[in-house]
C-alpha cells in the first residue's frame, strides 16, 4: 500500500446545475474538493450579480451537513451584459470569474456571445480590474470541422483578443488539442488553462470505435491520441499555467443515451483517484499536488487550502459507484475502462 498526501485540491471548471439534480451531485464534489468556479450556464443563465448570489445560496442550502465547500461564482457573459454589475459583483468578492460561450457552442450557450466587439466594455473592464475571462474557445462555424473548432478558435478569436487586450487575464477552458497545449505556454501570467479528467484518459477512438459510448461523449470532443498524450505532458509538468478543471457534467441517462445526447462527463465522484493513476504512469506523483492543488489558487490570487486530501493505493482495483440517482433519474459516473487501485482515504 502506497499513500500521497497533498493540499485539498481545488476544482477550476464545475457544472452543478441546480434544483435535484444540485442536490444529487454536490456531495460528490464537496467530499474531495474544497473549492469550485462553479459554471453559469442554468437555464435561464446566471448573467448579473444578483442571480449569481442566489445561485451560492442555493449551492450552500443543499451542502450536506459538515461538508466544507466553496462555490467560487462566474457571470455568463451575454451582450447585454452590464459592466458597472460585474465591476461590483467583483468587487464584493461574490463573482471571481466571467465565463464566454461562443453561442451555440455547447449546453446552454444559445444565450451567449455572437459578435465580441459587443462586448468589449465589459472586458475592458475586467481588465481593468483583473478578473478572469474563462472562455469555452471553440468557433462554432458549421464549415470547420467539430475537431478543428479549438485550434481555429485560437488562431482566429483568441490570440487577436488578447493581442487587443494584453492586460485581459484568461482561462482556456477545458483544452484538448496540442495546439492548446502550446498556446497556453506562450501566455505568462495573464494566461492559464484547465485540462480536464477525461480528456487525459480518452481520446476520439474510445467515444466511437466499436459502438458509440455516449457517456465518453463531451464537447470539446476527445481528439486524436497525439492530443491526449500532448494533455497528459502538460498536466503532469508542474508548469504553473495548466489548472486542475474536472468539468464534470451531469445529465441523467435518458438525455446521454438519446437520439440526440447531451456532451458531458461526469468525473466528480473520481477524478483524484483517476489523476493519482494517470500520474503515477506518467511518473509525476510529485506534481499531483501543483496541479491539483496550488497552480489554480495562484492564478485566481487566493491562499492555498490549508487542509490535506490523502490518496492511497491498494494492491486490489477499488470500486466507484456505477451511478448516482437524481430526482429525475439516474447520472452515469465516468468509466476509465481500466482498474484503478488508488482511492481517497476517509
Known sequence: MHTL??????????????????????????????????MPNLVPPVVTGDEARAYRDRILAAL?????????????????????????????????????????????????????????????????IGLPLCVHGEVTDPSVDIFDREAVFIDTVLDPLRRRLPGLRVVMEHITTEEGVAYARTGGDTLGATITT?????????????????????????KRE??????????????????????????????????????GCFT???????????????????????????????FYRLPVNETKLTLVKHEQPQSFPEKILTEAGPVTVFNPGFPVHWHVEA
Open 198 to 222: 477525461h480528456h487525459l484518459v480518452i481520446n476520439r477512438n474510445h467515444i466511437l470505435a466499436g459502438g458509440i459510448k455516449p457517456h465518453y461523449y463531451c464537447l470539446p470532443v476527445a
Open 64 to 128: 450536506p451537513p459538515g461538508a466544507t465547500f466553496e462555490p467560487l461564482m462566474t457571470l455568463y457573459l451575454t451582450e447585454a451584459t452590464d459592466p458597472d454589475d460585474v465591476a461590483a459583483a467583483a468587487a464584493s468578492g461574490l463573482v471571481r470569474a466571467v465565463k464566454l460561450y461562443p453561442a451555440g457552442a455547447t449546453t446552454n450557450s444559445h444565450a451567449g456571445v455572437r459578435d465580441l466587439d459587443k462586448v468589449l466594455p465589459v472586458l475592458e473592464r475586467m481588465a481593468d
Open 268 to 298: 466528480a465522484t473520481n477524478t483524484m483517484p483517476l489523476l493519482a493513476h494517470v500520474f503515477e504512469e506518467e511518473s509525476a506523483l510529485h506534481h499531483l499536488e501543483a496541479f491539483a492543488s496550488r497552480n489554480g489558487p495562484a
Open 5 to 38: 498526501t497533498l493540499r485539498r485540491p481545488d476544482d477550476w471548471h464545475l457544472h452543478l446545475r441546480d434544483g435535484a439534480m444540485l442536490k444529487a451531485v454536490l456531495p460528490e464534489s464537496a467530499r474531495h474538493f474544497a473549492r469550485a468556479i462553479i
Open 226 to 263: 497525439k492530443h491526449r498524450l500532448a494533455l497528459r505532458a502538460a498536466a503532469t509538468s508542474g508548469e504553473a499555467c495548466f489548472l486542475l478543471g474536472t468539468d464534470s457534467a451531469p445529465h441523467v441517462d435518458a438525455l446521454k443515451e438519446h437520439a440526440c445526447g447531451c456532451a
